[in-house]
């Protein structure tokens, strides 16, 4: 009974949750249910029913049909029922008047052919890449041409039987259309706006959550990247939202394809809004985010550099990172409250930064090559003033913690289990494994390596940003962003 | 006149074209004209006319809705439409009785507040994510309910009503899934298991291209990275694909939602075929798919390694390619023809290939580094064995065709327009330019390491492809693959 009871409450907080998350979600219910009463009130009233006639039935359909979460999205189906019922109607006339004409017998024949005939053209052409968007346009012409060519030929008078259905059809799709309209419009351009401005935000994050990652890890603890948490990561939310943005490339391009059927409303007043921009730049969006998965990618790789190597560059590439990420969050910004201001200063600054982590690795490129990169070689081997470098540092390395044998023996051991599948090939070799330890040596010095392509990569997602910039400058200029004060 | 026979000559041969790539589209379309005709044939004819009576237009619209291109989807929105029709039969039979006894003014009003509620309440729970995929149902709740409560009140007997309804409903609904399943199936299963396995080949083909194009790429032609061709990348078909193959997400998983409902068939025999198992292999292959596409932003970075210090590399980077990719069509292959083969071998022969590529980039790891990577230079700073190694490479560097200074002028031009965006920020610096010179050869000596970046890249594609392979064994072990004879 407790259980019941608990089960009970916690079913009914996790409606409460989701409903807190997006009052749009209880708005459209209340919208949806009211629209049904409006349209099932013509019957209910026994002057309307008496006015309309039974087939106003029709429009109850009409709006369960029509009725979608956003106003753009109901246009568009609106549009798709009106212009397909519109044609089904016309063709169906003129099919049951020459069918007429030809007399008892033939009569059923072309209708039955062409009955087969609309089904198979309209079935084709939703098929058709370009016309997938329009598939319940098809839909509606076939179901209304047959139930107007077949009820026309049963009950006599087609054009009687297409009038009613359209009429009633149109009093639905009207009714649907205002409720949706009128009463707390949910816009599907305001959901798109949003949508691209957490994306930007996501991006950031994520970024920055996987260089902070990287900068971390000691390589004491390192969950396997096995299949099991290959899609989970839990302590990584950033990247979770990093993935979902790359898998949302449908929803945004079914919000920008209903957003320009909406008129002009709340911030977006110009007509012909470039809605489309909005899709090309989470496209370039979408480009750092590759960029980010590669970075992710490294990150939880086998083959790892030393923690005191990372930790050499560490400030470098924290201003690096936080460079750029503070330009793709303002660039998000900016869309978000559709203002048009100068990023060249945050770009140069991005530009500088970047410069110097790459100067940065340039100038010690020798320490990713060295035979071993061990902490205290390390400062043997350095010139004076790579040495003023590590000091420099604000965040030493965890000598303290963790003695250098111990690190490496990780360290190793990690490298050792690369690959990971094959331990018998491993098996196999050691027999003739004169060149065991040198090849262990060697492991290592490309290990270090990988800091260079993590480096490489972030550099990489830094060149992206122009691109970016470029793309959400476009925006603002074709979608008329209002240019703020120098 | 001769261009409106031109072009209508072009349409009909890009129609002819369309149906020719897959005649499973003209089979649909010729399937649902049959069914419609038949479900028409009923009410065209007179004696099922009269035993059926009125009604039975009713199943028309159920045809026209369910006929969905694959079995599975036919069932699935089948079953939605049916569950949907019944539950909303008895609850509207249930709601039309308790409102009948409570008399002839409260009735409206009940049966008014009903309407409102169930609006609300589907349109409510189809927002919830888990039921999503049921969307259809809940529309058909919806507007069955509406019609049989409102018919019901202006006609009286609503259990008549309902139950009128509900058989023409499952007439149609039989004709549509006969036709479906009985003339000519199309499987969403066979359609899955055909896009995983192509999704296979074109991750193959774009990791193969792309890391011959970064061989082929001696410096002279580099189109710009711009917005405007980065979607496009005409001589680069395989990329394409496998872009496409990272948006196709949703698909796959739609065709594993409808593949679930279908029944054993074809090739796919046993019950509970693990459908959900493709699903899993795609995100796998997704997961090298990334890795493909950072391969291909190091390719098209503007910074980039000398073209003689790549084609230094190019053996082993071919040979690791070449056996990482036939690994991949083998899985792809192996996975189309239902054979579960011991992949062991080949998966030895590209960890060996790979760890070569590793050798070698690590024994010549300070040419990434050294201040001049000239050719010339190369050779005497070299140890003989080195020498050796460069000409043991069976594609000597193309040293006749272009000069040294030919190729580092255009490298350093290159190098020089990274960031590429910001010209300004370059005449700035250039004011206080005492360290012009030193910065150019400190970015060429980065470029060295591009090249470090681009094998990491290419050797975490391998790592991933143990993953693939663990996920494609577990696919064959679930499916229950013929083992191939060892």
Redesign the interface.
Known sequence: NDHVTFSCKSCILSVWQ?CKEDSN??I??????????AV??L???RKP?QFFG?DI?WS??T???M?E?TVGATFNRGLNRALGSLLAGVIAVSVAELALKTGRIAE?II??FS??????????MK??PSLVPYEYGF?VI??TY??II??G??MGDPIRTAMDRLYSIAIGGIVAVAVNVLILPIWAGEQLHKELVSNFTSVADAFEECVRKYLEDDGKEHPE???AV??EFPDEPAYRKCRST??S??KIETLATSAKWEPPHGRFQNFSYPWSEYV?VD??LR?CA??V??LH??LH???QAPYNLRIAFKKEIQDATSDASELVRRLGKDICTMRRSLK?CL??RV?AS??RL??A???H??L??TESTTFSNLSNHMPEHDNKFLQENPDPPLQAEYSYHELMRKQSRRLYS?????I??FEEERGFSANFVP?MK??E??AA??L??FT??L??F???L??L???VDKLSRVAKFKQEAL
Chains 1, 2 share one sequence.
């Open positions: 989701f979600r209880v459209f219910s209340l919208k949806v249910g009211f629209a049904v009463l099932s009130l019957i209910l009233c029913y039974p039935i109850i359909l709006v369960a049909m009725c979460y059923p209708i039955g009955i087969f005939l609309v089904g198979a053209v309209t079935s084709f098929l058709w839909r076939l179901f047959c139930l077949v009820s030929y049963r990247f096995t299949n290959m899609d790359l898998d490339t449908a090309k496209a370039v480009y590759y960029e998965m590669a990618g490294v790789s086998e083959i060249t770009l140069k530009h970047t410069e790459q100067h690795i340039d100038v490129s020798y990713l090559t690369w690959p990971s599948r094959e018998d090939a090849r060697e492991l010095s490309t390596l990988s260079a392509t490489s990569l550099i990489e830094v060149a992206r122009d691109h910039v470029e793309a």
